[in-house]
């Protein structure tokens, strides 16, 4: 059995290594560089479960391909507001990765940033009319006003020719696009943030599991670590705790005994990605998986 075998001190504890954490970690080094910060990571390296491009879309969520940010209502009108709200909060997120990439913190934004279209495709007469009355509402807005629309299926198979392929003749189709869509790998961005950290004094430390979240009589969290290779354990006493620990989350939360967490639950959520190797075919891996998870 584990021991405790040391204690620390923190301002600010962030368990899980994600995209969440990491920017969260920059954020408050910029704002409060006097606070100390630790990084807890059970896996060996930031940025490899949900933050992997293999196991996240990587789509720059703009609003410009996600239909649920769109929805209709009973009498046909479609209501943009909530995908103007996603637009512009990307659009501020980009703003940020900008200003770190000025400031160095960040390096070549082509390692984490790249343009890629983004479309959204049906099939069937309501969805093909829902998809036109949602281009109509979206791109009289300012920020969509460069989205196109096609129920030509020549000119959908200019765009993505694998959706094309084996379809049933006279079916109705339709797809909307927008060119000024973004492609994240968010493993990458999460590892040069948490590199950034580490070396503007935050402690990482990876191979760490959380165990156990409680708060002492001071007020202070006592988070409690332990190291798997040294089979040792730590508690890290912390004004502030932050949970991004993917599917350990929410039993973490349940331990912390705050009546918030009696308000969460979660869910399994399963997606199919496609991916084409062959670059003659005219797309590439995350066109075709954002295509599929946008019908599905």
């Known amino acids: 059995m584990p021991t405790t075998s040391s204690t620390a001190t923190h301002d600010v504890v962030l368990i899980g290594g994600g995209i969440m954490s990491a920017t969260l970690g920059v954020l408050l080094q910029k704002l409060e560089p006097t606070w100390s910060i630790a990084l807890y990571e059970n896996l060996d390296q930031a940025g490899l479960e949900s933050s992997d491009p293999w196991n996240n879309a990587g789509t720059g969520h703009a609003a410009l391909c996600e239909l649920n940010y769109s929805p ?29 990439v000025a400031d160095g913190t960040l390096k070549d934004p082509k390692s984490f940033i790249n343009p890629l279209p983004h479309m959204s495709f049906v099939w069937g007469d309501d969805h093909a009319d829902y998809l036109r009355a949602r281009y109509e509402a979206m791109s009289a807005q300012p920020v969509f006003a460069g989205m196109e629309h096609s129920e030509d299926p020549e000119q959908i198979r200019a765009w993505a020719p694998l959706l094309i392929g084996g379809r049933e003749s006279g079916q109705r189709l339709a797809a909307s696009r927008h060119t000024g869509g973004t ?22 430390r990876f191979g760490h599991k ?23 354990e730590v508690v890290d006493r912390a004004r502030f705790v932050f949970i991004g620990a993917g599917g350990g989350t929410l039993p973490l939360l349940q331990k912390s005994g705050i009546p918030e967490a009696k308000g969460f639950g979660g869910f399994p959520v399963s997606g199919q990605f496609l991916r084409c190797t062959d670059e003659s075919a005219g797309t590439t891996d995350r066109a075709i998986g954002e295509e599929a998870r946008s019908v599905a």
């Not at 046909?76 to 512009?88: P, Y």
């Not at 492609?183 to 990482?204: I, K, N, P, W, Y």
């Open 72 to 100: 209709m209502d009973k009498n046909g009108r479609v209501d943009v507001t909530k995908a103007l709200g996603i637009n512009e909060q990307f659009w501020i997120t980009r703003q940020f990765w900008s200003s770190l």
């Open 183 to 204: 492609d994240v790998d968010f493993g990458s961005l999460t590892r040069q943030l948490v590199t950034a950290m580490a070396g503007a004094g935050a402690e990482v």
């Open 210 to 232: 959380v165990t156990g979240l409680t708060r002492g009589a001071d007020g202070r969290w006592e988070v409690k670590v332990k190291n798997k290779a040294a089979g040792s």
